[in-house]
């Protein structure tokens, strides 16, 4: 992996209006020390805590990470905190942690799992967040269960399947 890129910023409100969150801007000249508008995807360490995150274009030709609440609160961050951000391309951009649930579901049922292969990477990280974003057990039960049957007949993943 290359070297990490370190850099202070400072938290602050954002990200699209249906989604309030904490971002980070990188500056252009970390931007270009990644690689320039090629590197999508970086690994960022926060407090001692590594994530993987994307990088999200700013009309001045910086970029902005965007991190969720659960992010926030587990680091013990917000708005107005300063924080230094060690940041370099991920390795392996492409790669979808998924949920043990879902990656359960996948391996037993085929069609499905043909199915999800066939999404994009950003699509696997969605449904692995949707999956993951439930509190309660059977909540997750339940999206896997509509994820996978969704995929397994064709239809749309994230549309709501009544069994």
Not at 29 to 52: N, P, Q, Y
Not at 66 to 85: C, H, K, W, Y
């Amino acid at each position: 992996m290359a070297t990490p890129i370190t850099f202070r910023a400072v938290m602050q409100p954002g990200g699209p209006s249906f989604m309030p969150m904490q971002v980070l801007v990188v500056p252009v000249e970390v931007i270009e020390a990644l690689g320039g508008k090629a590197v999508k995807r970086v690994v960022v360490a926060l407090r001692d805590h590594t994530v993987r995150l994307g990088l999200h274009p700013l009309k001045s030709g910086e970029r902005y990470l965007m991190l969720n609440q659960a992010l926030l609160t587990e680091l013990s961050l917000r708005s107005g905190d300063e924080v230094t951000v060690s940041i370099s391309p991920d390795p392996t951009p492409n790669q979808v942690d998924l949920p043990e649930e879902l990656a359960e579901g996948l391996s037993s049922w085929p069609e499905a799992k043909a199915a999800f292969e066939r999404l994009t990477p950003g699509t696997k990280r969605a449904l692995a967040y949707h999956i993951e974003s439930a509190k309660r057990t059977e909540t997750r039960s339940k999206r896997v269960i509509s994820v996978l049957h969704q995929l397994a007949t064709g239809g749309h993943p994230f549309k709501p399947w009544e069994g």
